[in-house]
């Protein structure tokens, strides 16, 4: 859902797939910087995700359990989806 702390934040591509060499993404929440240690950032492996997700792993942070995102998968997944075939 779209709403006020809605951000987009934009990727310098890592490959060669994406012609514009940049991709976005659409955030909730306002970034912010955290200074993260072991005792801070530890895997959670509560959550299984498919072998060709763009997700790397979760993580516990805190109360949070935010999503390390594979930033190579989705330029892939990006550039699979917006290939123009032609007949």
Same mark, same amino acid.
């Given at each position: 859902?779209?709403g ?5 934040v *934009? $990727? ?5 797939k !994406? ?11 306002f970034?912010? +910087?955290?200074r ?11 959550? *299984? $995700?498919?072998e060709?997700?763009?997700? !790397?792993?979760q993580v516990r ?5 935010p999503?390390i995102?594979? +930033? ?10 917006t ?5």
């Amino acid at each position: 859902m779209i709403g006020g702390r809605t951000r987009i934040v *934009i $990727f310098t591509c890592l490959g060669q797939k !994406l012609p514009a060499g940049h991709f976005g993404i659409a955030t909730q929440g306002f970034p912010q +910087l955290v200074r993260v240690s072991p005792t801070v950032v530890t895997p959670d492996s509560s959550r *299984i $995700f498919p072998e060709r997700a763009p997700v !790397l792993c979760q993580v516990r942070m805190v109360n949070e359990l935010p999503l390390i995102h594979d +930033l190579e998968r989705l330029e892939e997944m990006i550039a699979d989806e917006t290939t123009v075939t032609v007949a």
